[in-house]
């Protein structure tokens, strides 16, 4: 083997081109190496696929409930070292929807036998016009000669009801596998809500870490930002729908609305999404007018408009932009738009995403001062 010479025996020039050469090649590691980073994730992102949006929802759960979680964490530390903790609030926050969704199952169950029960009626005798038409203020003539003429006769309702016999087997079959596909999804949520909570701390630090080092000490503030949107969306979202929700049921059920309790839920899980808790109230007022309490059904409406107007323009901008500084038109583009692109999960991700760029407006803007 020959002998190297010393450095100092090397010339100046091929010193030079020997760094050069070493420098060239630590640079082309580094880029090999970071191809090869990113087509490990790309290839374990495409696996997990369908299952992204478990893990984006277990994650939520989580930031969402974290505070609540460290409080207990402190209040009972032997529970915290092991699982017993971790499991009871990922059983609480399974209970959270599970029991939510078996009610509303049992209330269908029960409305699904009634409304077999109409339909076999309507088979046998013909659907008659009801009362509150020839009440209507216009068009009761025209609309009682309609009915009459397509819905009075037993033949008419049989073929109408035979026609969209097919189309319910088909839609039912959909629903059917929808059922199955997001059970299956929240169950795999869960699980990952069960694993945050566990190994939370470990979690935190990693990713502090890993922010550090990629983006440096703005990393962690941008990172702190959107959790503090997500925690934000929780409140102005869930929390405020679900007090919408139980404030209709209230008014639902003084206005003797059929099944009160249940369009109250119903009515809570539309108030998550902006706006789209006016379709739950119009229709419970719609069949309090069906049923003859005309000015109930103006009264509903009229106390759902307010509470809906009040909720939506003042108590959700400045819960979640109150702590991001979040304009309400970046508020409610972020929601909307989330809402549109990730279906509810976009709920969370939008305003999340959102805070984000508004962070690094300001930053850019505003320097060190923002």
Known sequence: MPNTPPSS??????????IKASQRSKRGQEMARSLLALFIVAVALYTIQGFLPALAWGGVFAIATWP?????????????????????FTAAMALLFVIPLTLLTLEAIGEAQNALEWVDHARKFGVPVPDVIQELPFGAATITHLWETHL???????????????????????????????????CFSILTLFFLYKDGVSVIRQCRVASCRAFGRRGESIARQIVASIHGS?????????????????VYLFAHAPHPALFGVITAVAAMIPFCAMIAISLVSLLIL??????????TFCIGATVIFVADHFVRPTLIGGTTKLPFLWVLLGILG?????????????????????????????????
């Open 9 to 18: 025996l090397v010339p100046a020039h091929q010193r030079c081109s020997l």
């Open 68 to 88: 609540l979680y460290t409080w207990a964490c402190r209040m009972w530390p032997h529970a915290a070292r092991g699982t017993l903790l971790p499991l009871l």
């Open 152 to 186: 009075a006769n037993p033949r008419d309702v049989s073929g109408l009801l035979g026609a969209l016999d097919n189309k319910g087997v088909t839609v039912t079959r959909a629903l059917g596998s929808q059922i199955a596909h997001r059970g299956t999804l929240f």
């Open 234 to 250: 929780v409140q102005g979202l869930v929390l405020v729908g679900i007090g919408e929700g139980v404030l209709m049921g209230i």
């Open 290 to 299: 069906v049923s003859g309490a005309s000015v109930a059904a103006i009264v």
């Open 338 to 370: 989330g809402a549109e692109m990730w279906g509810l999960i976009g709920l969370f991700i939008g305003p999340a995403a959102m805070a984000a760029l508004n962070l690094i407006w300001r930053r850019w803007a505003y320097g060190n001062n923002a």
